[in-house]
């Protein structure tokens, strides 16, 4: 177990943009200087008291060298990214960026061995030493959080991105290598090494991937607002909005330390063997690891664990006897009546061979078509509560049923999720007897198919306006594997044709038709008015069979109409923006005018 010693502590008596304040070097001395940006728009150096007037709103801040001894100052606005030369009161590079920069990240990247990364409004731009495009992709939503990491382990770095439509994205260069949907916005990225990533959502969820694969999670009440590698030993950093840090195991998130300070974090880095935080007030902290009360520690809280088993154990134990205390209890009082109420016990007990069963239904006859959840205990007893735990279905990952009467054996839960992700339902039920004081619990993971808002259509249905060709070498029946695997079906789909094979499905939240379609030679049609459905469908059926490039021609006549009537209302936009402008510049000339005139008769009535 680590411990951290307190090493300084000190006030700017400025406010703290959050993720904004770094060390860095800005002149030949060598001397690691503190460079924050305010609240009021402002970057300061500590040290030397040098302020630079930022006449837009700060969203990012970072400093990295350019091939010199000292820093330089990487400033993200709302209009673009400006790097600035303290030690030379230069400004080196300064770019206008539509909508602006929300983060920023350095490092080596391809062939490059700095670049400039910038997130902005679903795009990222990297830029070189001299300012330079470097780099450009878009992605679909705001990027909030950047990432450098070798995931692959091959030497280069990949481009990791968070964006606030709840998508982790790994870029190869300019390919698209990974894609992972996350419950909420992604605030945080951080490097590990050995590709693994730590990630940090808005809702309080921290965990880490190995590539695509997710290591561990844990969800707090708390929101992270900075995450950092600490260097000796190698642990994940996390410092938490109010006020809470914590060091965990970068593989299974287990946590080696705790620490706290008394006012709202702004971020956290490491400088040397230091962890510094800055709060949102101007409070900065710097930490050391004290290595020398490990052995301590780690005696104290192996104890600390073994008294928490311990505690648990007992009141296990203690939850037994008092249910065998019932049991005497209501034997004794059976022997004592004339007539044997024997059924007293066995509303206590619940029978060893008690089992519940789950099932899922497509319901399309209810008012709002949804995925149905039915739960079945057998025998007498009823279910008194049911707490469900799953990824981007409920608000808050959580949903729970709890009824106050006409308890049942079954009972129903209509499920809706948003969007289309394969996740695992961890299903809890509260089993017992009306009056039981103390209820079993069963507990049932289901797993959940990505495509469950689609339910296999027999009505011949209008076939939609878009759709996709692409060819793959596989055959018909192994796409019938794919999609008995990837959508919710009563009875498998058997592909009875070696050479053929069509699925209809109809959307639960549209009432859309999707319509899957493959020939014996490999060539696959998707059908549907829904172009991000049908981009998921083709990444789903890629990740399936490994395939890494799939040339595919696409079609939706719905989505050109809606960008031609996006283009005329710019142009339209364009156009009386140009009427303004001349305008504006009519006007202009002939304010000029008048104020000549009017100077040339205000000197006149005076001569």
């Not at 400088?271 to 104290?300: M, R």
């Not at 596989?474 to 050479?499: G, H, K, S, T, V």
């Amino acid at each position: 177990m680590l411990n951290l010693r307190s090493e300084f502590t000190y006030k700017i008596s400025h406010h703290i943009v959050p993720g904004c304040a770094r060390f860095g070097i800005i002149d030949d001395t060598g001397q690691l200087q503190l460079i924050v940006a305010t609240t009021t728009n402002k970057v300061i150096i500590h040290d030397n008291e040098i302020v630079l007037n930022i006449n837009e709103k700060i969203r990012a801040l970072e400093v990295t060298t350019f091939d010199k001894t000292y820093d330089v100052i990487i400033i993200g606005t709302v209009c673009g990214v400006l790097i600035y030369d303290a030690y030379n009161n230069t400004t080196l590079i300064q770019r206008e960026l539509v909508d602006g920069v929300n983060c920023i990240q350095v490092g080596k990247f391809n062939t490059h061995d700095k670049l400039i990364f910038c997130g902005g409004n679903c795009a990222i731009w990297g830029l070189d030493i001299e300012g330079k495009d470097a780099f450009w992709t878009v992605t679909g939503d705001n990027v909030l959080s950047l990432c450098l990491s070798d995931i692959d382990n091959d030497g280069i770095n990949e481009l990791i991105v968070g964006s606030e439509s709840f998508d982790i994205r790994i870029f190869k260069n300019d390919l698209l290598l990974y894609e992972m949907t996350e419950t909420d916005a992604v605030t945080g990225l951080c490097d590990l090494g050995d590709g693994i990533f730590a990630y940090a959502l808005m809702n309080g969820t921290l965990g880490a991937y190995n590539g695509n694969t997710r290591l561990w999670r844990i969800k707090s009440k708390s929101q992270a607002v900075a995450l950092i590698q600490f260097p000796d030993p190698k642990v994940l950093v996390c410092a938490w909005i109010h006020g809470k840090v914590d060091m965990r195991d970068p593989t299974t998130g287990e946590v080696k330390l705790k620490e706290s300070i008394n006012s709202q974090i702004a971020t956290t880095f490491i400088t040397g063997d230091q962890l510094v935080v800055v709060s949102t007030d101007g409070n900065v902290h710097g930490f050391i690891a004290d290595k020398k009360q490990n052995g301590t520690n780690n005696g104290e809280n192996l104890l600390h664990e073994l008294n928490l088993k311990k505690y648990n154990l007992l009141a296990e134990l203690q939850n037994y006897e008092q249910c065998n205390n019932e049991i005497i209890s209501n034997e004794n009082d059976e022997n004592k009546q004339i007539v044997p109420v024997r059924f007293t016990r066995f509303k206590r007990v619940l029978h060893a061979n008690t089992v519940m069963e789950t099932t899922l239904t497509v319901n399309c006859q209810s008012k709002e078509p949804c995925v149905q959840l039915q739960l079945t205990v057998s025998g007498d007893v009823i279910i008194r509560s049911v707490i469900l735990f799953a990824d981007g279905i409920f608000d808050g990952e959580s949903y729970i049923v709890h009824p106050t009467e006409n308890y049942s054996s079954c009972i129903a839960i209509q499920l809706r999720p948003a969007k289309d992700v394969a996740v695992d339902l961890h299903i809890k039920a509260l089993i017992g007897y009306a009056k039981s004081t103390q209820l079993h619990v069963f507990e049932v993971t289901r797993n959940l198919p990505r495509f469950l808002m689609y339910a296999l259509d027999t009505v011949n249905a209008p076939e939609p306006e878009g759709k996709a060709i692409f060819q793959i070498n596989e055959r018909p029946p192994q796409l019938a594997i794919w999609i008995n695997n990837n959508f919710l079906l009563a009875n498998e789909i058997i592909c009875e044709d070696e050479f053929k094979l069509k699925v209809n499905f109809i959307s639960l939240r549209t009432n859309e038709s999707l319509i899957i379609e493959m020939d014996g030679n490999g060539k696959v049609i998707i059908q549907s008015n829904n172009i991000e459905l049908v981009g998921n469908i083709i990444q789903s059926i890629a990740g399936n069979f490994e395939i890494t490039e799939i040339e595919t021609m696409a079609q939706f006549p719905r989505e050109i109409a809606k960008l031609n009537d996006i283009t005329e209302k710019l142009h339209e936009m364009y156009i009386m923006r140009d009427r303004l402008s001349a305008t504006i510049a009519e006007r202009s000339n002939s304010i000029k005018e008048m104020l000549v005139r009017a100077e040339d008769a205000r000197t006149i009535n005076q001569l």
